[in-house]
């Protein structure tokens, strides 16, 4: 089955900086990869995703890129903003429907002020 | 669009008792819910995938006579915690998937369980 790790599990960054979290995925035939922020006690919140077919996909500060020969995914932030800091989750799912998600053990992202 | 409900937003029950958690997707049809267990500074453990209409899958190592999930109709699944232990304490989370069309899950709010 799918196996998606995560790194790095906790991240510190000065406000204005960039943040990039790396995610490995296992299963080749993953083809969507979402990534959710989860504020303390919140609900996971859909930030971006992506597909196989796209190589990079950009919303404002936030973007994701694609590397399916090496099966890596990354989620960059640019100008990071004291309202970042969350836990950030990516997520692979394969191409059938019925498939799941997998998550990754997350990364705790705090941007200093 | 997409919001996705749950309630309660936390419960306190004593060891032995039953408690009912709903989730409901209110402004979309629900095809497919996800019941998540979350420990603190932990991930998303997926419980059960339940399809309306249709019994539930649940993940290895999850009791399904103990967590019982029903799905009766496109817009609520419910997840009911038997004979509660403080073992079971813990962040409990729905998603909600639409239609073949999308793979996009949204999360319901969440439900803290605690149990004395």
């Known amino acids: 089955g799918e196996n998606v790790e995560q790194h790095p599990s906790t991240l510190s960054v000065q406000e204005g900086d960039s943040a990039v979290i790396k995610c490995t995925y296992s299963d080749s035939a993953s083809n969507y990869f979402p990534w959710y922020k989860q504020e303390l006690g919140k609900r996971p919140q859909l930030i971006i995703d992506?597909?196989?077919?796209?190589g990079e996909k950009k919303d404002q500060r936030i973007a994701v890129t694609l590397n399916k020969t090496a099966k890596h995914f990354s989620l960059h932030i640019t100008e990071t903003q004291p309202e970042d800091s969350a836990v950030y989750f990516c997520a692979a799912k394969g191409y059938n429907y019925g498939q799941n998600f997998v998550f990754g053990p997350g990364t705790r992202l705090s941007v200093l002020p | 669009g997409a919001v996705v409900s749950q309630h309660p937003s936390w419960v306190i029950c004593k060891s032995g008792t039953s408690v009912k958690i709903e989730c409901r997707s209110l402004d979309f049809q629900a095809t497919t819910m996800f019941w998540y267990r979350q420990f603190p500074k932990q991930s998303l453990m997926l419980m059960a995938t339940?399809?309306?209409?249709?019994?539930?899958?649940?993940e290895q190592g999850v009791e399904k006579d103990k967590f019982l999930i029903n799905h009766a109709s496109l817009t609520l699944s419910t997840l009911t915690v038997t004979s509660a232990h403080p073992e079971d304490s813990s962040f409990y989370i729905c998603?909600?998937?639409?239609?073949?069309?999308?793979?996009?899950?949204?999360f319901g709010p969440g439900t803290r369980l605690t149990v004395l």
């Open positions: 339940s399809n309306e209409g249709s019994k539930a899958t649940y």
């Open positions: 998603s909600a998937r639409g239609d073949r069309s999308t793979d996009t899950q949204y």
């Open positions: 992506i597909r196989s077919n796209v």
